[in-house]
């Protein structure tokens, strides 16, 4: 298992990187499964889940197709291995790569809205035509004011505070169980 990782992590070295990361990041269209899906589906030694996930980060929030489950390499982990080391790396990578992808995403999101646009932070028509609902544009335009402003660091900042449960939310269904109605007497 360690050769395994060790192999994988000296293959990813040698070629260039954006190649390796094509190679990663392929996905068939009979399923639409990276890599890491398959290391998750075999149950891969927690060492070279990391040099898989280290390499193309991106793989632990991908789905497959819809006739497959629509399911990351965790929700597949979960299901068949609850208690394998590959899970538990799974799920401390998916939490770690998670917080940084969020505050990434909306710096990016700041930034494509309000550096070189004409979009003015919290103008209500601007949201309207950047087609965007209030609790995201309210956000974004706190990030975009202070880029606007030469205020990075502060911008940055404000992103530290980003709520670390943003959009783990499970894709087209309930989070829970259904509430009964109370019966009419």
Known sequence: ?????????????????????ALLASRPKSHGRTALHWAAWGKAPADL???????????LF?????????????E?????WPSSDATAALRSLT????????????????????????????????????????????????????????ATGLALKVLSFLPVGVGKRKIGGRDGKRKRRAKAR
């Open 95 to 150: 939490d770690a790569h998670g917080k940084r992808r969020v505050r990434i995403e909306a710096h990016l999101c700041a930034r494509r809205f309000f550096r070189g646009t004409d979009l003015v932070p919290m103008d209500k028509d601007g949201r309207k035509s950047a087609g965007v609902a209030p609790r995201p544009w309210f956000a974004v335009s706190v990030l975009g004011y202070f880029l606007q402003h030469e």
């Open 1 to 21: 298992s360690a050769e395994l990782a060790k192999l994988v992590s000296n293959l990813c070295a040698e070629i260039d990187p954006p190649a390796t990361s």
């Open 76 to 80: 597949i982990a979960e299901r068949y």
């Open 62 to 74: 991908a789905r497959d197709d819809a006739p497959h489950g629509r399911r990351t390499p965790l």
């Open 49 to 59: 889940i990391q040099s898989l996930a280290m390499y193309h980060p991106e793989a």
